[in-house]
């Protein structure tokens, strides 16, 4: 599925009600992700403590938010927005490009917690379109 511009306007729009969360939110996703996929673990056995809202998943979580960000910047080309972070996770970090739908969907059901009243069928529906588009791009150099 392809995003419409009414797609882009929307996750343009919901990005920017996520504003001062962004790290919050990135960090509660990413732990759950380690907790509810315990096999994107092994890409993390380096730190020290793994459990949700350990230091280094908070500092991944605003890594991983920042990400988010540039992709949302680059909304009209992801593939080539995001070329560098695609080969970085691709042949340096080498990490299985399932964990991107994992994180995904994380971050769908933290949005969806962290704002019941905004996150409507249609917003959730064109969040959900982009973060398919923009595992698509990060996937791009595995191909």
């Known amino acids: 599925m392809s995003l419409t511009n009414k797609d882009k306007d929307i996750v343009k ?4 009600k996520i504003g001062g969360k962004a790290d919050e939110i990135g960090a509660d996703a990413l732990g759950r992700m380690l907790m509810v996929y315990p096999q ?7 730190w020290k403590d793994l459990s949700p809202g350990s230091a280094p998943v908070k500092k991944h979580g605003k890594t991983v938010m920042a990400g988010v960000g540039t992709a ?16 970085l996770h691709a042949f340096t970090l080498r990490v299985d490009p399932a964990n991107f739908k994992s994180l995904a969907h994380c ?10 009243k905004d996150f409507t069928p249609e917003v959730h529906m064109a969040v959900d ?12 150099k595995y191909r």
């Open 129 to 140: 379109k982009f973060l398919a588009a923009l595992a698509r791009a990060l996937s791009e």
């Open 40 to 46: 994107s673990k092994t890409y993390f056995a380096h």
């Open 72 to 87: 949302v910047a680059k909304i009209d080309d992801l593939a080539g927005g995001l070329l560098t972070l695609s080969e």
């Open 107 to 116: 971050f769908l059901v933290v949005l969806a917690i962290t704002y019941p």
């Open 13 to 16: 729009a919901f990005w920017a």
